[in-house]
């Protein structure tokens, strides 16, 4: 890779990986929230945390107390670094010892800045769907995926498990969604599954009940199996599209010893509707030991990940 490609990646990695710091329940959160009001769980409001800079470079010297009007100027930077359009490494240090980030925080960031590891906050543009044909009374905290491929080539079945929060009060059930109706979901625990209901052309669902209406903020864990039985093979990939925030995503992809693909892919798309799928990015991944390819992501958020792959 080019250096100055790594290096606008290692920008924009750390910068979404700040937004995530930054986001997430905790002191970096408590420090900016005490400068806003009516803020939503998966809102940042960048005027407060550009407040906290601000109130920082006036407590140590690096800036005039006379100029008041230090956070405003702040905001484009907090903007372009929140939303992956660069992060400067003066911008990186005023974040770091503002909020105080612990060794480990400030060590991932910097390694993410240099383009040492891999990102694991993805952030895309994936365009909102029509208005009404999404529901957001939750936000997951917890998505395990696990996809099988059998002997034919075509999905045999799909292990989830999952933890969402309410954000809502009284929220009874999920929907759980999937590009096919040739399928059966089957819940281990955590509720009780309704039949399978079309919502468009390429998109059905079923609803998961909980076994008790959740209250705002509270979180229930259900896992489920969906057990495919396709008439036709699918197309050879294994994805997951979100409008909202994901946080630890863990992606798996097995193969059967019989059928192992001769290239495979881990890809970001820019969405998951026609004509619009074009692959955003992509990289070549080697199956492991147990013949699977793994990925975890710290949070993912209006974007479409996952494999595909050629036989």
Not at 17 to 35: F, K, N, T, V
Not at 229 to 252: I, K, M, N
Request: hydrophobic content about 35%; some cysteine; overall charge negative.
């Amino acid at each position: 890779m080019p250096q100055n490609e790594r290096h606008a990646r290692g920008q924009r990695a750390a910068g979404l990986h700040l937004r995530h710091l930054i986001l997430r329940p905790g002191p970096y959160r408590d420090e900016w929230e005490q400068h806003a009001h009516d803020v939503r769980p998966d809102e940042i409001r960048h005027d407060a945390v550009c407040t906290v800079i601000a109130e920082h470079l006036y407590e140590t010297g690096a800036h005039d107390e006379t100029d008041t009007g230090l956070a405003r100027m702040l905001k484009d930077r907090v903007s372009r670094a929140f939303g992956g359009r660069g992060l400067s490494l003066q911008t990186l240090r005023w974040f770091e010892e503002a909020f105080r980030l612990s060794p480990h925080d400030a060590q991932r960031v910097h390694e993410l800045y240099r383009g040492d590891l891999r990102p694991t906050v993805i952030v895309g543009r994936l365009p909102p769907p029509p208005a009404g044909a999404m529901t957001s009374g939750h936000e997951t905290t917890l998505l395990f995926e696990h996809h099988f491929i059998g002997r034919d080539g075509v999905p045999a079945r799909h292990h989830t498990q999952q933890t969402v929060r309410a954000l809502v009060d009284g929220m009874t059930s999920y929907q759980y969604r999937i590009d096919t109706p040739e399928a059966d979901v089957r819940v281990v625990r955590g509720g009780q599954v309704g039949p399978v209901y079309q919502l468009s052309d390429r998109l059905w669902a079923v609803d998961i009940s909980f076994h008790h209406p959740l209250h705002y903020g509270d979180e229930a864990y259900f896992d489920y199996w969906t057990i495919f039985h396709y008439s036709q093979p699918p197309t050879a990939e294994f994805r997951r599209g979100t409008h909202l925030r994901v946080e630890h995503l863990d992606l798996r992809l097995e193969f059967h010893p019989g059928r192992l693909p001769k290239n495979l892919w881990w890809a970001e798309w820019a969405d998951y509707r026609r004509p619009d799928e074009a692959i955003v990015e992509r990289e070549a991944v080697a199956l492991d030991e147990e013949l699977s390819a793994h990925r975890y992501l710290e949070a993912i958020e209006h974007t479409v990940v996952g494999y595909y792959w050629e036989w």
